[in-house]
């Protein structure tokens, strides 16, 4: 997708966003109104043509033609879960283990990857817990809505079990059970690798199937998209009021200001600590790769700036970073990680869902391994956080509101991850060049051209 669309669907999500708001209020307004002069029936009517959940009890002759448009697009969404977190898993697996004539490089760029995306969940984890805590994530419109349990029970360990289903079509035929399907397009990913000759077939497959996965998704999220954000929006608010908008700023604000902490000072600290440098020159010269990762909002559009940022400035052995950042592009999601992680305990608040540390840690395992190979396609991050959603067994209607309404002012967030995620990659290939012997500090230090 050319950074021109990516600019205009933007702009139509937020303009569909902004009438939404208008509408919504209005509409809280008019039910006001209505039912302070004993029109409280005509509101009814209103409500029933409108915005009725359809598939609640008594709501049988009722229209919801509002509703029913809002779930056909979280339904669009939802429908590519399993099919696009097994086909991407199991290609980013056998990325992975092309990488075996690498040797010791491939085992410290995965370890190096691994520690800095656990960090950022930890960090995000503590984050939103605190903010929550706090009760700037709370929802007081809770009245009469039911609250699901997580899929994992009340023991921890539950976790294991759910993790390896007993039978491959239940797995596959369940939102609910994404952990599981994550354990098995590992096991299966890493298990092609032994004889890939015999599963180039399989691999085609899987290939083709994700190409599928980035066109619906793309006509979902362009087509649809604005659309739906406005009915979703103007739902919200014609039947819940306004008590969104406290928890949603404190969401925004939060996550901007960790994301931008991790940015600016966290993988200078990184670098000082595991390569030995001086963090200044890091900060100044890996700049303009976080701000070009930032306005593109895409990783693979960054990598040949990021190459040659990190070969000719940072002094990283091309070998090195030839293969550490494509592999970040693919795996290292630092930001994404982030961001999921407080967008969870957002929508689980909003939900009317305790947060308890195996919540947590849950949603810090589904984040850390659901972010492995997510396609470069539109709206596939908003796919990503619904699997973790489904994962958790968060799926009441406040929740799917609060999800739809990080889904319209996400945008700016998202390219804020990009820029975290690029600038990871670039960290990781110093901390492995240095490890290696194979980075250039003459080269780091000296001043750039540019």
Not at 382 to 411: C, E, H, K, P, Q
Request: glycine residues 8%; charged residues 10%.
């Amino acid at each position: 997708m050319s950074k021109k669309s990516t600019t205009k669907l933007a702009a139509k999500m937020m303009l569909a966003l902004l009438f939404g708001l208008i509408c919504g209020v209005a509409m809280i307004a008019l039910r006001e109104n209505l039912n302070a002069n004993g029109n409280a029936e005509l509101w009814n009517q209103i409500n029933s043509l409108l915005f009725a959940d359809i598939t609640a009890q008594g709501n049988e002759s009722a229209l919801g033609i509002f509703y029913i448009l809002g779930q056909l697009f979280i339904r669009g969404l939802q429908v590519v879960i399993i099919p696009m977190v097994f086909t991407s898993i199991v290609l980013a697996m056998i990325q992975i283990t092309d990488t075996k004539k690498l040797g010791r490089i491939s085992s410290k760029t995965l370890i190096c990857f691994l520690f800095t995306t656990t960090v950022a969940l930890i960090l995000a984890a503590i984050a939103g817990y605190v903010t929550y805590q706090m009760g700037f994530f709370s929802n007081t419109s809770l009245a009469g809505l039911e609250t699901s349990t997580s899929t994992t029970g009340s023991n921890p360990l539950n976790i294991l079990l759910e993790a390896m289903p007993n039978n491959v079509t239940s797995a596959f035929s369940n939102n609910s059970g994404v952990l599981a399907v994550l354990v098995m397009a590992i096991g299966i990913g890493l298990a092609m690798n032994s004889s890939k000759k015999k599963m180039e077939t399989f691999q085609k497959l899987c290939e083709e199937i994700s190409d599928i996965i980035t066109i619906i998704l793309g006509f979902i999220i362009h087509k649809f998209g604005p659309l739906a954000i406005f009915v979703l929006i103007t739902r919200t608010f014609a039947v819940y009021g306004i008590n969104y908008l406290k928890p949603a700023l404190a969401y925004v604000i939060l996550t901007v200001v960790l994301l931008l902490a991790v940015l600016i000072f966290g993988y200078a600290l990184f670098v000082w600590i595991a390569a030995g440098v001086n963090p200044r020159q890091f900060v100044k010269k890996v700049s303009k790769v976080a701000l070009f990762g930032f306005s593109t909002s895409s990783s693979a559009a960054t990598l040949p700036l990021n190459l040659k940022t990190a070969t000719k400035e940072l002094g990283v052995h091309e070998e090195i970073a030839s293969f550490v950042l494509p592999l970040g592009m693919t795996i290292n999601m630092d930001g994404t990680a982030i961001m999921q992680m407080i967008a969870t305990i957002f929508i689980a608040s909003c939900g009317g869902y305790e947060i308890t540390f195996q919540a947590l840690l849950v949603v810090g395992i589904l984040a850390l391994v659901a972010s492995i190979g997510t396609p470069a396609a539109p709206g596939a991050g908003a796919v990503i956080l619904f699997t973790i959603l489904s994962g958790m067994g968060y799926g009441n209607d406040m929740a799917l509101m609060a999800y739809t309404l990080i889904l319209a002012i996400n945008r700016p967030i998202e390219m804020l991850c990009t820029a975290l995620n690029v600038v990871g990659d670039t960290a990781c290939s110093m901390v492995v060049a240095k490890s290696e012997k194979l980075l250039d500090e003459d080269a780091y230090y000296a001043e750039s051209k540019e």
